[in-house]
């Protein structure tokens, strides 16, 4: 069974940085991030796969990192110059297939959700 764990949000001020951890247990091979506002859908941040290879929504290119650590079994989200409209629920996603999933349909597998808050 896979269950996924994030940690590490919390409220900081525009041009911060934060990191996100996801802890996965079970086995999958492709682990992203998503985000969702008030008011707004779920959306895509970013994704890696077990072998490394990523991508990233337009908005957050040159801004967040995803990494993964496979002997630790976590996936990490480091969050550089961050701004107001990055204020959301991360949530980490997870599917035991390969793929550069950018859609809420690609991941069977959810966490909790942790808050990230941006003040200007």
């Known amino acids: 069974q896979v269950q996924l764990v994030e940690s590490g949000g919390g409220l900081v001020q525009a041009g911060d940085s934060l990191s996100l951890s996801c802890a996965v247990s079970?086995?999958?091979?492709?682990t992203g991030w998503f985000r969702q506002a008030p008011g707004k859908e779920r959306e895509f941040v970013a994704t890696?796969?077990?072998?490394?290879?990523?991508t990233y929504a337009d908005s957050v290119k040159g801004r967040f990192t995803i990494s993964r650590d496979n002997g630790k079994k976590s996936v990490y989200l480091q969050m550089n110059s961050l701004k107001p409209e990055d204020t959301a629920v991360y949530y980490c996603?997870?599917?035991?297939?390969?793929?550069?999933?950018?859609?809420?349909?690609?991941?069977?597998?959810w966490g909790q959700g942790t808050q990230v808050t941006v003040s200007s």
């Open positions: 996603a997870a599917s035991t297939s390969i793929g550069l999933f950018t859609t809420t349909a690609g991941y069977p597998f």
């Open positions: 079970g086995r999958t091979f492709t």
């Open positions: 890696i796969t077990w072998s490394g290879a990523r």
